[in-house]
């Protein structure tokens, strides 16, 4: 999944990004925290912290880092509750580059 959300931002427009992975959640808390990044993009599904474990412990730290996440199981309930925890997107798989780019522009 990373290496899909990599080459997604690697396309024209995003070329340049600096890039940070982490494998699981607790890893992307830590990277978060030490490179403080324009944005934040989460599989739903990682190991060691859900992504809404780590959209609220960012929001507990005061981080307002810009959040969204990538799902190949998208339902309105899983929505609800990234937006109601903090979360400003949602990618569903599978997508295109430009639909992803288009959800990407909405933030930067």
Do not use: H
């Amino acid at each position: 999944m990373r290496m899909i959300v990599i080459r997604n931002l690697r396309q024209p427009g995003y070329g340049d990004a600096m890039i940070i992975e982490a494998a699981n959640g607790i890893g992307a808390l830590d990277a978060v925290a030490s490179a403080k990044p324009d944005l934040v993009l989460s599989d739903w599904n990682m190991p060691e912290m859900s992504v809404i474990e780590l959209l609220r412990a960012l929001r507990r730290q005061g981080n307002p880092v810009p959040f969204g996440f990538i799902t190949s199981e998208s339902s309105p309930d899983m929505e609800g509750q990234a937006c109601s925890a903090g979360a400003e997107l949602s990618i569903a798989m599978p997508f295109t580059v430009k639909a992803f780019q288009a959800q990407i522009g909405l933030l930067t």
